[in-house]
């Protein structure tokens, strides 16, 4: 019994020979709709923020620094390539790419940065309530938003119209903490 | 006479006043609520009435009316029911009578809810910390409304878990937390008496990631399929449905019948791949790398048709609340066809040549042995249920998405032992395969997704449960403000296999350890629920406590600077 076995594995080793692929001289086949890196279109997005709201790894960032300019912030180091995001735009300014080969030293590689110009109409929030029917896939974070970019932290807390003190606070920006 | 009917006279009957009132929201679950002093009694009655133990909840209703609400939670597995049994304690005497006595499996969720929440239970056996680190301050409970999700608390110095006295005569070998047959970070002390297994004891929960916290403080419920499909990086959508189906089962939505399909096959395709990871990972734990290896090149063909189909090879992201992301298109479904072909094929014949194989048979029969009224004492589930003669699978007793038209299987076999379990993880990969085909053959047209045309209403309870390649898995959720749950419990089928470890470890070898304690397919990390840090010891010169401490916070203070 034992020896048919034995028999039977060297078999069964040997029909398929070397499968494993000689990377990364030899790549393997990457789909089409892979979801890699997601690429955002800064002449598409109206920085509803929407993304930032869905976003599982809470990995992109809105701040508005003054009531014209609104940054929006990906931090690709903390994604985990769900694609929520791209699902959710409603101007379809973000797509998922077939890159996967992203590990890097620095952080800033695989950040990406837009600052956009706001009309003031389009920061309340409508606009994308409006595009979204589903009524669990609506935008919960309306109005202005002070997140703080440099901790990645988002913050819960908006104003209808443009607030200094907001985004100083954002600025101060600490984890509770009961330590002394 | 209706379970319910039945149930409730059983109830008044035997606890009279104590029964505040008895609800049945949907066709399958029966809520019970009573008052603290009946829990013990009521738990008692249920389980006589048939009912198996799943799991207890907790959660914090102190804004509300000032209580921590405790629901024990059981399935009639023969009419397909749910029974919750819910109940309440103050906030300033939040003590309830423990179950744990009468359930064993029980222990586990008792212990968490203590940690998490602050609610004691009177008559545990074992009040130990389960989930919280040693240095946890007291006094601060995590799962509690009032503390904010992201809080650094103030660690305690020169606090180390007490592990179980050390049966007479025994020495202790430790296992872990960093250790070659384990692959997560876990730690059981292993008491021996030469080679053989005396008893053990377990301290582990340190990949907790505080998912739920996380999930019912910061992110809406269309984002949770996607954090609790990685809870588990096995049975992913196994969790992503559960989440989806509790919280379409709050809603009263109906999801199109093409989604229930597409989710079958997905939980199917995620079977195949997990039984072929757990058959290779098997063989190489007895130290026949053949099988390791060769399992593994058949699972490739899985990932790769997975990562064609969802765009991910594991991690798929294709559950949403409401249906599915992506829909399966003809020639996708041609695809699917050709790698079932190629995997039933190819397993067979690494079936053929390993079923006779005499040194599998030494290794694995008649190792782990536990009988089927300990598996059945201590509600285990899954294969390493089936392999101890208990015949339950989620799948067929408790049908969801669209397995009520499938015909498949149930392996059920009783020789107890850790060989069983692995017979039994073939042939289910067998019957997965039939399962896919069927749904590509009977796949009815139409929308794939359904959207939500009002928001969820609040308090809301819902319980599913979803078989996954390792055994069934429970999610309950509690329905909430702001577009997220207020409550979502999650019990991954390691949380009871676990317990019941050091039962088939008694009087065992110490050689068998990896395989027995592989046999259960453990996942630590879906059980902990709860980010691995890298450190680096630094030499392994000996070293005190609190110099290892030092070190430790040197480096996290250097990745942190990093970072910044």
């Known amino acids: 019994m034992w020896l048919t076995s034995k028999i039977k594995q060297l078999l069964m080793v040997m029909k398929p020979g070397v499968v494993t692929l000689n990377y990364p001289h030899e790549r393997p086949p990457v789909p089409a709709n892979l979801r890699g890196q997601p690429v955002f279109d800064h002449q598409k997005c109206i920085g509803c923020g929407g993304c930032s709201d869905h976003c599982p790894a809470r990995c992109i960032l809105v701040r508005d620094v003054c009531q014209e300019l609104r940054v929006m912030l990906y931090d690709g180091s903390r994604c985990t390539y769900c694609g929520r995001c791209a699902d959710i735009c409603p101007e379809q300014a973000i797509t998922m790419s077939n890159s996967f080969e992203i590990a890097c030293d620095q952080k800033e590689d695989i950040t990406t940065r837009m600052e956009l110009f706001m009309m003031t109409c389009q920061r309340c929030g409508r606009c994308y309530e409006m595009e979204k029917t589903n009524a669990i896939d609506r935008i919960n974070l309306k109005g202005f938003r002070y997140d703080n970019l440099e901790q990645r932290a988002l913050i819960r807390k908006t104003s209808e119209t443009f607030d200094p003190t907001l985004l100083q606070q954002s600025d101060q920006y600490q984890r509770p903490s009961t330590k002394e | ?564």
């Open chain 2, 1 to 564: 006479m209706s379970k319910r009917k039945e149930l409730e006279a059983k109830l008044i009957a035997r606890l009279r006043d104590d029964v505040v009132c008895v609800e049945k929201t949907d066709p399958r679950t029966i809520f019970i609520d009573v008052k603290r002093a009946g829990i013990r009694e009521a738990s008692k009655i249920i389980t006589n009435a048939g009912a198996r133990y799943l799991c207890s909840v907790g959660y914090d209703n102190i804004e509300r009316d000032g209580t921590l609400g405790m629901i024990h939670t059981f399935a009639l597995d023969d009419s397909d029911q749910f029974v919750c049994c819910r109940t309440s304690a103050p906030e300033n005497d939040a003590i309830i009578e423990s179950i744990t006595p009468d359930l064993p499996s029980a222990g586990w969720s008792e212990r968490e809810v203590t940690d998490l929440l602050g609610l004691r239970f009177a008559g545990h056996p074992k009040p130990k910390k389960l989930v919280l680190a040693d240095d946890w301050p007291d006094g601060i409970y995590p799962l509690r409304k009032d503390v904010p999700h992201n809080l650094v608390p103030k660690g305690a110095e020169d606090v180390a878990y007490e592990l179980d006295e050390a049966p007479p005569g025994t020495k202790i070998v430790p296992v872990g937390p960093f250790h070659p047959s384990l692959h997560e970070p876990e730690h059981f002390a292993v008491y021996v008496d030469g080679e053989t297994i005396k008893g053990c004891d377990y301290r582990g929960f340190m990949t907790h990631r505080g998912i739920e916290k996380l999930c019912t403080t910061q992110i809406s419920y269309n984002e949770v399929p996607f954090i609790a499909e990685r809870i588990c990086g096995i049975c992913g959508s196994v969790h992503a449905t559960a989440f989806s189906q509790a919280v379409e089962s709050a809603a009263g939505l109906v999801i199109p019948r093409r989604a229930e399909f597409i989710r079958t096959m997905m939980l199917e395709f995620e079977r195949i791949h997990s039984n072929l990871l757990w058959l290779g990972v098997a063989g190489h734990l007895i130290g026949f790398d053949t099988v390791f290896m060769q399992a593994w090149r058949v699972r490739e063909q899985i990932m790769w048709l997975c990562e064609r189909l969802t765009g991910n090879r594991k991690t798929y992201g294709m559950i949403l609340v409401g249906g599915v992301r992506r829909d399966i298109t003809p020639e996708i479904a041609d695809d699917i066809r050709r790698v079932m072909k190629t995997i039933e094929d190819d397993l067979a014949i690494i079936h053929r040549a390993i079923e006779k194989d005499t040194s599998i048979h030494k290794r694995t029969k008649g190792v782990g042995t536990i009988t089927k009224q300990q598996a059945l004492d201590w509600s285990l589930v899954g294969p390493v249920a089936r392999a101890r003669g208990v015949d339950i699978d989620a799948r067929r007793d408790h049908p969801y998405a669209a397995y009520d038209e499938m015909k498949f299987e149930v392996p059920v076999l009783d020789s107890c032992d850790v060989w069983a379990t692995l017979v039994i993880r073939v042939i289910e990969t067998f019957e997965a395969i039939k399962i896919v085909r069927q749904c590509l053959e009977k796949m009815p047209g139409g929308e794939f997704f359904v959207e939500m045309k009002d928001s969820i209403p609040a308090q809301r309870h819902a319980i599913t449960v979803v078989e996954a390649p390792r055994g069934e898995s429970v999610h309950y959720v509690i329905t909430g403000e702001d577009n997220r749950p207020e409550r979502w419990r999650v019990r991954a089928p390691t949380f009871p296999n676990l317990q019941a470890v050091p039962l088939m470890l008694l009087d065992e070898q110490f050689g068998d350890f990896p395989i027995i304690m592989g046999s259960i397919d453990p996942c630590f990390s879906c059980t902990d629920r709860v980010a691995v840090v890298d450190l680096q010891t630094g030499q392994a010169s000996s070293i005190s406590k609190a110099e290892l401490d030092a070190l430790s916070r040197q480096q996290q203070a250097r990745h942190a600077s990093l970072k910044g």
